[in-house]
Structures are given as C-alpha cells and as structure tokens.
C-alpha cells in the first residue's frame, strides 16, 4: 500500500536539524542493536532527513522507529543529547498532530531527570515543555521548573 503524502511544516526546534548520525545511532541502540538495528536506523534517518523530525502515525512510525525515541526519552543517564532530541521530536510530533504522544508522561520523565542535563539542553526541553502546556498537551499538574 502506498503511503500518505504528508507535507511536514519546519522544525519547531532548530535543535533537531543539527542531530548528526551518530546520535541517530545512540538512539537506534537503545531500542536494539541486533537484527532489527538497521531497520531503526533507517527509519530515523527518514524521519530527520525528510520528514524535518516528525514522527508519523500515517507512516505507521508509532513502532519503527517510535518506540526507540520513546525509550530513549526516559534515560537521562545513558546520552543527554539524544534524551534531549528524543523529547524535542515527541513535543514537536505531538503539537502538530502528527503522532499522537501523552507529554505528561514525558515531562514527568524530564521533570524527574533534568538536574542530569547541561543547562543548555534544559533551557531547550523548558522552553519546549512551557509551550506544549501553552497549547494544551500537559495536564494542569505542570509547573515549569525552578531555575
């Protein structure tokens, strides 16, 4: 079956264009690194070269490679770099609509892991988190953090 034409808008965060194939490759890992591994990585290549970062449920991405960016987004610890751009692309991918994404659940796992971020990369995911609860994506139990 052919896939859905989808035009995707800019990235809402500039930092998403700078994510180099390394860091793709730390994300593939955390979801696998065995016969499935070429696959993700291939997935997440599309994602960021073609789709501007967007993940899509048209292009049936919930799983490839959706659940290695879910993963890696609850492991401050393992690459505060792609635990950073995993979140960027779920916040950017749920305030277009193009994935759907829970971010309370998110931003409790950044709530709960941000003191392990540089201040840059924590700058970034506030800034994000603030305008995903602006438009409604985070229940009312967000509170932006303390500097």
């Known amino acids: 079956m052919p896939r ?3 035009t995707f808008p800019p990235p809402r965060y500039p930092e998403i264009t700078k994510a180099d194939d ?8 955390t979801a696998d690194s065995g016969d499935e591994a070429t696959r ?17 449920s048209a292009h049936h991405q919930d799983y490839y490679p ?14 505060a770099a792609a635990f950073t751009l995993c979140h960027l692309i779920i916040i950017q991918s749920a305030l277009a609509q193009t994935c759907p994404f829970t971010l309370s659940y998110y931003w409790e796992h950044y709530r709960t892991q941000r003191a392990q971020l540089p201040p840059r990369l924590q ?3 506030d800034t994000a988190y603030q305008h995903a609860h602006k438009h409604g994506l985070i229940d009312d139990t967000f509170r932006p953090p303390s500097p």
Do not use: V, W
């Not at 959706?66 to 690459?79: P, Q, S, T, V």
């Open 4 to 6: 859905k034409h989808i």
């Open 40 to 56: 993700y990585l291939a997935a997440l290549r599309q994602i960021m070269q073609t789709q501007n970062g967007y993940l899509s």
């Open 22 to 29: 390394s860091l793709l490759r730390r994300i593939r890992t």
């Open 66 to 79: 959706g659940d290695a960016i879910e993963l890696c987004a609850e492991r401050a610890n393992d690459n």
């Open 123 to 125: 700058d970034q995911l």
